[in-house]
């Protein structure tokens, strides 16, 4: 596929995708959102990490409600259907860690495009807004899911019905991110940050995602016995292998990913 709203690189096995309308803060228009889900798709099989980032001020603002002509005639269910969830689901189910490096402003359903990713860096000066009820829509884009996990009922509530804005450092309080960086830090920090996890045992990064995301629905023993069926199977790789003989040779670990 060619890219026209979007950049996107794979440099030392991580494959960056680039949200690129920064004339319209990098709103999802229907091109976008289908761009978005070849690219991180690509970046799962050609790569060992994915980041998705935002070109200048924001990440992203959302929907773009100018896309296809008047919004209020858009066909919500069919659009959330057919084109977000696709996008949602090759991040979700994206074989190898995921980061959301959050550039600048992150609001409906940018944030919780931020938030699909399996960590979230954010610059300290940016937020993260669930506008939706501005306009008077509820969260879309996997936002009921992701904040009450994240955030616990209370406060994503607060959010949604609210829609306040969310600083970086507050997100982080509250769990809703991994990381605030300082702004002249961010852009080397998120970097240093894949690049350590492109250099690391990726069979077992897919299964620490498995167990993890598992847990919300097992029992102790349902979840106690998937741990030990997927620590087996990581017992069985090279990387395991690598990993111990580097310990025993007191020297880094070489990781190759299988």
């Not at 889900?37 to 992203?60: K, M």
Request: proline residues 3%; aromatic residues 8%; charged residues 25%.
């Amino acid at each position: 596929m060619q890219y026209d709203t979007i950049l996107f690189d794979i440099t030392d096995d991580v494959a960056v995708v680039t949200l690129n309308r920064p004339d319209v803060m990098n709103a999802l228009s229907t091109q976008m959102r289908a761009e978005i889900t070849d690219a991180v798709t690509r970046g799962g099989r050609e790569a060992r990490v994915v980041v998705l980032t935002g070109e200048g001020r924001s990440f992203c603002s959302g929907q773009d409600l100018s896309d296809r002509g008047n919004a209020a005639n858009l066909d919500l269910e069919r659009t959330l259907r057919d084109e977000y969830v696709p996008m949602l689901r090759a991040i979700f189910d994206c074989p190898v860690p995921t980061i959301s490096a959050v550039n600048g402003a992150a609001a409906g359903a940018g944030a919780n495009l931020a938030l699909a990713a399996d960590v979230v860096i954010a610059t300290e000066s940016a937020f993260f807004l669930q506008a939706f009820t501005r306009i008077g829509l509820i969260p879309d884009a996997g936002g009921t899911w992701y904040l009450p996990r994240q955030v616990g009922l209370a406060r994503a509530m607060g959010a949604a019905l609210f829609a306040d804005k969310i600083t970086a450092r507050q997100a982080e309080q509250w769990g809703m991110i991994y990381e605030a960086v300082a702004d002249e830090a961010f852009a080397a920090h998120w970097a240093a940050r894949a690049g350590h996890l492109a250099k690391g045992p990726t069979a077992a990064y897919a299964r620490v995602k498995e167990s993890m995301r598992a847990s919300f629905g097992n029992s102790l023993e349902e979840q106690l016995a998937l741990e030990a069926k997927l620590q087996g199977e990581c017992g069985k790789t090279r990387d395991f292998k690598e990993g111990v003989l580097a310990f025993l040779q007191k020297r880094p670990a070489q990781y190759e990913g299988r």
